[in-house]
Each structure stands twice: as structure tokens, then as C-alpha cells.
């Protein structure tokens, strides 16, 4: 393995080379927001499920643009996939514009003033075929004349949750303009792509819809479904587990706190609400701390783990798009499920039947009070957990599935010519853009 001098200072940007290149594997640069070690989020399981059945297929060169750069430089030796190399890029807030609407926080608070040298860089030392850019706000850092065919993958329409957002917090800072500026944005990225992936079908409708002559596909989260349901239905203990730091995932706990739980205590003073997750900082702590029942597992070990010890999941988000993992994995582990209706976006039919959902605190209240009080009903309602789970697709068939995109985007038919003997069949959840 040819020796490589990377040309970034340590405060800036660092480097590790990775497996040796092989001629049967097209390279790809990688581009997303953190150094994903452990999957303590929806977004990161899904990352790391997909890459790990991904590295023997492609040479993946994987770069993370980071506001927690002083955290993640430290560990780029410790990423448990084994890409063809790790880079690791100091990001942070932009300077705002002198006048006009501010950035789109996902944009400034990743932007990196060496952001378009780091590819080119890459660019020139592995000679990829492929840009994949995990959000639109990576695509700041790819030089306009790359050359290089890019895959967007959006697990959030980004303009419509920050729409959503102001609407339900109130942000009055937050004006029209700035809501308008992003949106712009973000599509002019959808439109610059050679393919973008959604993850909820109403989500590809809407890229379909502003930029049609892109290609897009839909690939929702998959799941490994328990052969026995998991749930404790004589613990009475609710579970809502999250990425404490992910906005929609904060507001929803904040929201559970003051909102319902209360109610549930008033309902079924004995009630237990475990709060598990990565990344709660001090003042949710010290929220849940005052709550009567709570219980704090931050972080914790694995959703099996926990759910075991449950008899349901909570999940009150308010705003958000994107496919909720915490809702695919409480359906594998056969967990009843209490939601609100945004929760369910993207899935079908056996899932909206399965779950107990609504918008209204005093209900949602209700409805968890008394299945904490009731097991039978949740044994029924675990076991159709488990049934519905089955419209979900396994990671093998998403693996396979953005795979055929990445190959299709760079030769139109070598998909199909590449794919695996052994590949299952297309599951009808992971959508062609026909």
C-alpha cells in the first residue's frame, strides 16, 4: 500500500488509511455528519446496518463532517467497519451573511472552511466513481466540477421539519425567509444529484414531485423481527427511548414530561416511564428528575435490553419526518406501541392497525394509563406488534437495495448484471421510483 501524506492540520481534519483497494470493488466517498462507533440512534443503526453488508461489495471511503470534532478525532482509529479510509472533519457554526435571511442551521452548523479541499483531495488519492452524501447540508462540501455522479439520501424532508418545528415551539425568530431559503436549498441539492433516496414513501412523492427528473427511490429502515415477543406487560413500565440530542426526539420527551405524564401518574399513580437513550444533557435530566415514576438508562445497551423490561413504548413526537426506527424496533420486539399519527409516517397499513395512536395528550394519557393496568390487552397487542412487523424488510434486502443505486448510478444496467445470486426477492417496501 502506497504511502499517502494528507495535507490537513490535526485541528482541522484527520486521516486513516484503511483495507487495501480492490479492482472488483467501485470506490465510494461517504459523506456524513458524525463518526458513527456505536449505533446510538435511528439514523446511526441504520447507517451501520447498511455498511456493514456494504464494505465487501465497495471500497468505502468514509467522511465524517463533525461539530464534535474535539470528541471523534481521537477515536477515527476506532470505527468498527473497515472502510478503505476514515476522515474525520472539524465542522461548526458558519459565519451568518452580512444580510438576507440567516442559513439553514443543518448547513451552518455543519459547514467546513476546508470542506471542498478534503474531497478534492480524496478525489485525486482514490479516484472514486461515487459521491453518497447523507443530507443535503453535506453537499456544500463537494466541489462544483467533482465530476462525480452523487446519491442524496434524505431521511428528512429538512425545510418541512424546520417548518414544522417553529410551528410547534413557537420560534418567532425563525421567519418566513429563512423557511423559504432553506427550501430552496434543499431542493436545488435534490436536483443537482443522479439519484436521491426517501425513506417514507410520502417523502419520495414530495422529492418526485420538485425534482422529476431525478431519479428516487424509497428505502425504508429494515428490522430482524423477535421469534417471541419482548415486552413485560406485568412491569408497568412504559418505555420511550431516543437520541436525546436529535431535536424532534427532545421536544417529544419535554413534551412527555410536562404534558402527559402527569396525567398518566394522576391516572395510574403507579406507573413507571423509563427514559432510555444516547446524549441527554443536564437540563433534561434534571426534567425528568422531578417527574414522579421516571427512571433515566442514558446510555444503554441494547433496545432488546431494555424493551424486555417494559410493557410498552411511548412515542409523542411532534414534529419530524423520516421512518422511526424506535417504531421498527418495538414492532420487531414485539412491544405494544402508543404513538402519535406523525410516529407512523411511512408505514403501511398492519402497523397503523397495530398501534394505539393519537394526537391528543389527554388521550395518549389515557390510553397508556390503562394498559399499564391491563396485561392481557398488551400480550394481544405485542403479539400483533410482532405480525405487523412483517411488512417491514429485512437489512439484507435495504443493503441490496441501495447497492442497486449506487451501481445503477454509475452505469445504467450494472445493477442488475452485479446483484448477488442469493439476493431474496424485492421487498414491496423497498420501492423503485416507477
Known amino acids: 500500500m502506497a504511502e499517502i501524506r494528507f495535507p490537513f492540520r490535526p485541528s482541522q481534519a484527520v486521516f486513516r488509511r484503511g483495507t487495501d483497494p480492490r479492482p472488483d470493488r467501485p470506490a465510494v466517498l461517504y459523506l456524513t455528519n458524525k463518526l458513527r462507533r456505536h449505533p446510538d440512534s435511528g439514523g446511526a443503526r441504520r447507517e451501520h446496518e447498511l455498511l456493514r453488508r456494504l464494505v465487501a461489495r465497495f471500497d468505502i471511503h468514509y467522511v465524517a463532517f463533525t461539530p464534535d470534532y474535539s470528541e471523534e478525532a481521537g477515536a477515527v482509529a476506532a470505527s468498527p467497519l473497515a472502510f478503505a479510509s476514515t476522515t474525520v472533519v472539524a465542522a461548526g457554526d458558519a459565519v451568518p451573511p452580512a444580510s438576507g435571511p440567516s442559513l439553514p442551521e443543518r448547513i451552518s452548523s455543519h459547514a467546513a472552511p476546508i470542506g471542498r479541499e478534503v474531497i478534492a483531495w480524496l478525489a485525486r488519492s482514490f479516484a472514486p466513481r461515487l459521491v453518497h452524501c447523507e443530507g443535503y447540508f453535506l453537499m456544500q462540501h463537494l466541489p462544483e466540477n467533482l465530476g462525480l455522479p452523487i446519491v442524496l439520501q434524505e431521511e428528512n424532508i429538512e425545510f418541512e421539519l424546520d417548518r414544522d418545528r417553529t410551528r410547534v415551539q413557537g420560534d418567532g425568530q425563525t421567519g418566513a425567509g429563512v423557511h423559504s431559503q432553506a427550501e430552496e436549498i434543499e431542493v436545488a441539492c435534490w436536483r443537482r444529484a443522479s439519484a436521491c433516496i426517501a425513506v417514507t414513501r410520502e417523502d419520495a412523492d414530495i422529492l418526485r414531485a420538485r425534482a422529476p427528473n431525478v431519479p428516487t427511490v424509497c428505502l425504508v429502515n429494515g428490522g430482524e423481527t423477535a421469534p417471541e ?13 431516543a437520541n436525546f ?16 405524564w402527569p396525567r398518566v401518574r394522576q391516572m395510574n399513580p403507579g406507573a413507571g416511564l423509563l427514559l432510555a437513550g444516547a446524549e441527554m444533557d443536564a437540563g433534561l435530566r434534571h426534567r425528568a428528575a422531578l417527574a414522579e415514576g421516571v427512571e433515566i438508562e442514558s446510555p444503554f445497551g441494547t433496545f432488546s435490553e431494555v424493551a424486555s423490561r417494559c410493557a410498552l413504548l411511548v412515542s409523542p413526537l411532534r414534529f419530524g419526518g423520516g421512518h422511526k426506527m424506535k417504531i421498527v424496533e418495538a414492532l420487531c420486539a414485539g412491544l405494544p406501541i402508543v404513538a402519535t399519527p406523525l410516529s407512523l409516517r411511512g408505514f403501511g397499513e398492519d402497523v397503523q392497525r397495530a398501534v394505539a395512536a393519537t394526537a391528543n395528550p389527554t388521550a395518549f394519557a389515557a390510553l397508556t394509563a390503562a394498559l399499564l393496568t391491563s396485561p392481557e390487552v398488551c400480550r394481544n397487542m405485542a403479539r400483533a406488534s410482532l405480525l405487523a412487523a412483517r411488512e417491514l424488510p429485512g437489512w439484507d434486502q435495504v443493503a ?14 450494472l445493477a442488475a448484471a452485479t446483484a448477488p445470486p442469493s439476493s431474496p426477492a424485492r421487498h414491496p417496501a423497498v420501492q423503485s421510483g416507477d
Request: charged share 20%; glycine share 10%; hydrophobic share 45%.
Open 400 to 413: 441490496d437495495g441501495l447497492a442497486d443505486v449506487w451501481l445503477g448510478a454509475l452505469t445504467p444496467g
Open 245 to 260: 440530542k436529535w431535536a424532534p426526539s427532545r421536544d417529544a420527551c419535554c413534551y412527555l414530561l410536562e404534558e402527559i
Open 229 to 241: 415477543p419482548l415486552a413485560a406487560p406485568e412491569s408497568g413500565r412504559a418505555l420511550y427511548v
